[in-house]
């Protein structure tokens, strides 16, 4: 059985689909397709249907990624059912996600970089307002984070 992971930030542009492209091609690189699922959502519905941010699909690439397919949407309530694991980008979707998820799913939800050694419990920087330096950074901490994610099992 897969195991389902979705990674979520504010308009699912920058960070949550750069977190979701990458684990999707780590995993296959790694020869675990076949243990996960990934996906993303935003908290708001402001980029339904949009590429990711063109910087970030620019970033990406230049490391090796293809975010070109993903497509942006908002979370919606049959996530909490569907996931396994429900991943804010920072604290602020946390405690979004807290209040919206139905009290018996709690325990799917965590901070992307509680998962990480070099930032733990930390927020992924949003890149959108920044300069390339910021996107490279997001990617930087999604590389260290997802093998670490990988091996940790479900509680």
Not at 1 to 8: P, T, W
Not at 12 to 19: L, V, W, Y
Not at 24 to 48: I, K, M, V
Not at 71 to 79: C, F, H, M, N, T
């Amino acid at each position: 059985m897969k195991q389902r992971i979705l990674f979520v930030c504010t308009g699912n542009i920058c960070r949550s689909p750069t977190a979701d492209g990458i684990a999707r091609q780590l995993a296959e690189r790694l020869g675990l397709e076949r243990r996960f699922e990934f996906d993303s959502a935003g908290t708001h519905a402001y980029h339904t249907g949009e590429a990711p941010d063109p910087r970030a699909q620019r970033a990406a690439r230049g490391r090796g990624y293809d975010l070109s397919r993903l497509r942006a949407r908002p979370l919606d309530d049959e996530d909490f059912e569907a996931f396994d694991r429900i991943l804010a980008m920072d604290k602020g979707h946390l405690v979004w996600l807290k209040r919206r998820c139905p009290d018996h799913l709690h325990h799917k939800l965590a901070l992307f970089l509680s998962f990480s050694a070099l930032w733990p419990h930390e927020d992924v920087p949003d890149p959108y307002y920044g300069e390339s330096e910021d996107f490279e950074l997001v990617l930087d901490m999604c590389e260290e984070t997802l093998p670490r994610l990988f091996k940790t099992p479900l509680a």
